[in-house]
């Protein structure tokens, strides 16, 4: 049976305003977020454990916030996938975060941090999700409310 394809998160819109306009801020932040997305991209790989049945493909949007320890609080499912089990995959691995590197500190307040998954049992699938999920964040660009959110994007990985 073929592993399905996870993809997570590995570049940051912090604080972002649509891509025309956007100001680009490069921070010791940056190398905090990579090791991030590197955290949570081993996590999905961890979670995932082979199953007799497809575990199916989806977009699953996770939000949740920083605790005092650098570990992910109040993890809830932004946007359902459509699918129970890329759902799931999506929030225990966002949940497990942080035991390796902390999540980024950004000195706000009650910072809201989103995981963008995507789960796709083949790169074509994979391309019709990512610009499923490309409108969305356009989408949710545009509403100034959401620009304060930190959230890591697909970056697929190299086929091997």
């Known amino acids: 049976m073929k592993t399905p394809y996870i993809f997570l998160a590995g570049t ?24 991030v997305s590197r955290d949570l991209d081993r996590k999905l790989a961890a979670a995932y454990t082979p199953r ?3 575990l199916g493909e989806g977009v699953a949007i996770v939000r949740f916030e920083r605790g005092a320890d650098g570990l992910p609080i109040n993890v809830e499912i932004y946007r359902k996938s459509g699918n129970f089990g890329v759902d799931r995959l999506a ?20 910072q809201s941090y989103q995981a963008n998954i995507i789960v796709a049992n083949s790169m074509k699938s994979h391309a019709e999700l990512a610009a499923q999920l490309a409108k969305l964040e356009v989408k949710r ?19 091997s």
């Open 12 to 35: 940051l819109l912090a604080f972002s305003a649509p891509a025309a306009s956007q100001d680009i801020f490069v921070s010791a932040e940056a190398a905090a977020v990579e090791a």
């Open 52 to 54: 007799t049945q497809p």
């Open 141 to 159: 660009l545009a509403d100034p409310g959401e620009r304060a959110v930190l959230a890591f994007t697909p970056a697929p990985r190299k086929e």
């Open 91 to 110: 929030r225990h691995a966002v949940s497990r975060l942080g035991r390796n590197a902390p999540l980024p500190h950004t000195g706000i307040p009650g």
